[in-house]
């Protein structure tokens, strides 16, 4: 649903339009009206996510208004009037604003390589933001400790994934290899939404495999601490979303740091990202693909 309301704004957005009926590059060295596509996408997006949501609750759509921040506008199209959520997202977002060259980041970029718009790029970010190994880890972590049912269950769960029988969630980092430096900020934000998170019984599941996985010899020695999702979920559902608009509204928060990514493209020298590939014949072990 969000790469097809983005598509939509896309295919009626003048500008866009004309960037791919242009030789001359519309946006490269031209920050002006990048910067001005920039804005737009990103008001783009905020309306996709809040009419995702409100189709999904069986809410009327309220059309944004000027004088409200990004934030303020996607709660307000959304119907929430909760000024504690605009609050609470207004310091969660600092930490998902940018975080280097993430898969999704690097998708944006290889699309606008070839000097897509920027709504495009977006939507490339959006695809692979979508898998359970990045964007879409934040949903999975939350289910998966429905899953577990109970902080009982804890232990065998454990057990399974240093198994390989199931994956664990909200643990291990591309980067990180200490505790997720963002959990801290989280914590004090969960403390701040005590009462509704305390009342939310999956967290004492979470907390138990915090535990048990933080003592384990086998994440010990391998470095896997805890991330963000793990307990960045809570503070989701404290506010009243369901877990299938996770990824949607965290991926909000990472469009503007994608974009400010996308902008420095514009003023440096053009190259089209094309990664070579080196061919390694098959063994006569190996299978060979059947067609």
């Given at each position: ?18 960037s791919?009926?242009?030789i ?49 506008n ?39 390589s ?27 972590a ?11 269950n ?61 003592e384990?010899?086998?994440?010990v ?48 020298p053009?190259r ?7 061919y ?12």
């Open positions: 649903m969000l790469m097809a309301g983005l598509s939509a704004f896309a295919a009626s957005d003048d500008l866009v339009r004309a791919h009926r242009q001359k590059p519309m946006f490269h060295s031209n920050l002006p009206v990048a910067d001005e596509m920039i804005v737009r996408t990103i008001a783009y997006y905020a309306t996709t996510v809040a009419l995702i949501y409100c189709h999904k609750q069986g809410k009327k759509f309220t059309p944004p208004q000027p004088h409200r921040s990004l934030i303020g996607l709660l307000w199209m959304m119907g929430i009037t909760d000024p504690r959520v605009e609050k609470c997202l207004d310091k969660l977002w600092i930490l998902y604003a940018d975080h280097e060259m993430t898969n999704s980041t690097a998708a944006l970029l290889h699309a606008g070839s000097l897509a718009d920027p709504i495009s790029g977006i939507i490339a970010g959006i695809g692979s933001g979508m898998g359970p190994l990045h964007g879409g880890a934040i949903d999975l939350y289910e998966m400790l429905e899953m577990i049912g109970s902080a009982e804890v232990p065998e769960f454990i057990e399974g994934v240093k198994t390989s029988k199931t994956r664990l969630f909200g643990y291990g980092h591309r980067v990180y290899k200490t505790r997720d430096p963002r959990l801290s900020l989280i914590e004090e934000l969960m403390n701040e939404h005590k009462d509704a998170i305390d009342a939310n019984p999956i967290l004492r599941i979470a907390m138990a495999v915090d535990r048990q996985a933080n384990d010899q086998y994440f020695e391998r470095n896997v601490k805890a991330n963000a999702d793990l307990k960045g979920c809570f503070l989701y559902t404290a506010m009243g979303f369901e877990t299938n608009m996770f990824a949607a509204i965290v991926g909000l928060s990472r469009v503007p740091g994608g974009l400010a990514h996308w902008r420095e493209t514009q003023v440096a053009i089209l990202w094309r990664p070579q590939q080196v390694v014949p098959f063994t006569e072990a190996e299978p060979k693909a059947k067609l």
